[in-house]
């Protein structure tokens, strides 16, 4: 399994911005996975030819992982959502109930949380690793929605000779628990009901669901980051009297069109363009000196995570660099202070910091302009 190793390793390394860490650990469970299939599949072993499906499983595993690491930790999470949810769709409810298609969403939602747990559960199991195990990188969490997927769609065999896959054995018992008055009362358990002829066990089903609905889940990590990252920038915009940029800002989260943003701030299309453009400038002042490091973290794109850059970018971008450039990049991967550096560079700290500030923004632009080129050959 040295062989499959060093193949999904290979394929990490080069293909992902994760660390050489985390594309170690992600390749030796997934070979760990394989070894494992091919070891009791007897059909494998008879074939005579394990390496060839070895090689075949490691990278039908790879080219999953890798597409949600492509598709991001958003994206990433509805292509995983949408595709259970079609498989499970017209399994989600008894044969004889009728329930709307509002409801049917609604119960696809409970079920689908539930069975990601499970999933990470089983995940934490046949990996071994820890109890307590998060997702927390981009790669891990590529890992993980792939494994769901494929724990989705396992093969369970029933009797006289058929199989079914797992997630609609799943979702069948899922359904058939579902009490019959749960998908009628579940807009007055929002509301709260007036009804005086309840009764008594009715009001604690209902007073229990009120609770569920009203309890907000715990957030994941990156979604606590995000959350920290849009307080901070809303902060920095507020200190410097932007109050219309972070107005901008604010808008801008709840997903509005431009002509939505024109209406509500009463601007003009030319006027919300030079608002856009404003606000723009002090995000990439935010971003590239007063909170670099954390939106980097966020981006993935820490000094960890070589700022972000595949393995040939990197390399492009220290050649770029000039020799107190190089310098700088060394002691801030050493961790050194500010003050050391520029005491070292003989310099002061707001100058160091401007050409760190210049560094971060030919690491984005190359980082973007590749990402461009990519999008661009996807497209052809």
Known sequence: METTFQLLYNELRQATRASDAHCQAVASRLTEEVERICTESQRIQDSGEVKTWADSLARHRLEQCLKYYRLGHRQGRIELHSTLSAVIYRYITPAKAQASYQARLTLIEDFLQGFYMESLNVFRRETQVEEAFQPKTLLELAEYMAFSERYAKRRIPLSYGRSQQLIILRVQTFSHQQPQEALVDLEQAAEGSSSENETARGNAALQQVREQMVTPDEEPAEDALREKVVQELLAYLE??????????????????????????????????????????????????????????????????????????????????????????????????????????????????????????????????????????????
């Open 239 to 380: 200190a410097r009297q932007q109050h219309d940029c972070a107005n901008y800002f604010v808008l801008r989260l709840q997903d509005l069109s431009a002509g939505e943003i024109e209406e509500i701030l009463g601007l003009n299309p030319r006027e919300r363009d030079y608002l856009q453009q404003r606000f723009k400038y002090h995000l990439i002042r935010f971003s590239m000196s007063h909170q670099w490091e954390l939106v980097h973290q966020w981006l993935e794109a820490d000094l960890e995570n070589n700022l972000g850059l595949l393995p040939q970018e990197w390399e492009v971008f220290q050649d770029q660099l000039n020799d107190k450039q190089v310098d700088i990049l060394r002691m801030k991967q050493s961790q050194v202070q500010d003050s050391a550096i520029a005491k070292n560079l003989g310099c002061t700290v707001a100058q160091m910091n401007r050409q760190w500030s210049k560094m971060l923004e030919q690491a984005w632009d190359l980082r973007n302009q590749n990402t461009s080129k990519t999008q661009i050959a996807a497209e052809d």
